[in-house]
T-cell receptor, first 113, second 111 residues
Framework: DADVTQTPRNRITKTGKRIMLECSQT?????MYWYRQDPGLGLRLIYY???????NKGEISDGYSVSRQAQAKFSLSLESAIPNQTALYFC????????????FGPGTRLTVL | DQQVKQNSPSLSVQEGRISILNCDYT??????FLWYKKYPAEGPTFLIS?????DKNEDGRFTVFLNKSAKHLSLHIVPSQPGDSAVYFC??????????FGTGTRLQVFP
């Protein structure tokens, strides 16, 4: 079984709809992250959480919110989706200390029409 | 402002030859650098890293070189294999777990 899972893997939605992307991990890591990937722009950090009570904005948090329901679960919400949020979204985890290595989920391809 | 830059969007190399992927950065506070590899329909996977106190780190066919004065790092793959065909991202961090990624270089290794 994969250590970091994301659901759904693909989603098509319409402008204005609320959508939630979910991430679960079995690695026992405290730190979790949400990124988006756009062609030519690499991976950009949306939100990150160093533990259940710690949530921080990344470089492109506008239009997004997150919830850390448990150590193993970190959800990303788009309250009112817009077309320029069409992208590939990745969740990642890392250990609590001593390493910057992050482990990524398989990604969610989101299309907003 | 792009703090981590990969100026070559793509690279094509013959099997058995060396692949050299380059990355430049602007933030002198970066102290840890990583390379990730990404296949289609999968998440990025960690490949190799280097601390700013070193100038070289080697792991099998993969070697990362760091030139702090030039703010430049490179990934060498020798010999290149068709299975190395993927998108490679360099990333950097400054005393935190927040990674700043480059835009990626697509490597194609042909027979």
């Amino acid at each position: 079984d994969a250590d970091v899972t994301q659901t759904p893997r693909n989603r098509i939605t319409k402008t204005g709809k609320r959508i939630m992307l979910e991430c679960s991990q079995t690695k026992g890591h405290d730190r979790m992250y949400w990124y988006r990937q756009d062609p030519g722009l690499g991976l950009r950090l949306i939100y990150y959480s160093f533990d259940v009570k710690d949530i921080n904005k990344g470089e492109i948090s506008d239009g997004y919110s997150v919830s850390r329901q448990a150590q193993a679960k970190f959800s990303l919400s788009l309250e009112s989706a817009i077309p320029n949020q069409t992208a590939l979204y990745f969740c990642a985890t890392s250990a609590s200390r001593g390493t910057d290595t992050q482990y990524f989920g398989p990604g969610t391809r989101l299309t907003v029409l | 402002d792009q703090q981590v830059k990969q100026n070559s969007p793509s690279l094509s190399v013959q099997e058995g030859r060396i692949s050299i992927l380059n990355c430049d950065y602007t933030n002198s506070m970066f102290d840890y650098f990583l390379w990730y590899k990404k296949y289609p329909a999968e998440g990025p996977t960690f490949l190799i890293s280097i601390s700013s106190i070193k100038d070289k780190n080697e792991d099998g066919r993969f070697t990362v070189f760091l030139n702090k004065s030039a703010k430049h790092l490179s990934l060498h793959i020798v010999p290149s294999q068709p299975g190395d065909s993927a998108v490679y991202f360099c990333a950097a961090s400054a005393h935190t777990d927040k990674l700043i990624f480059g835009t990626g270089t697509r490597l194609q290794v042909f027979p």
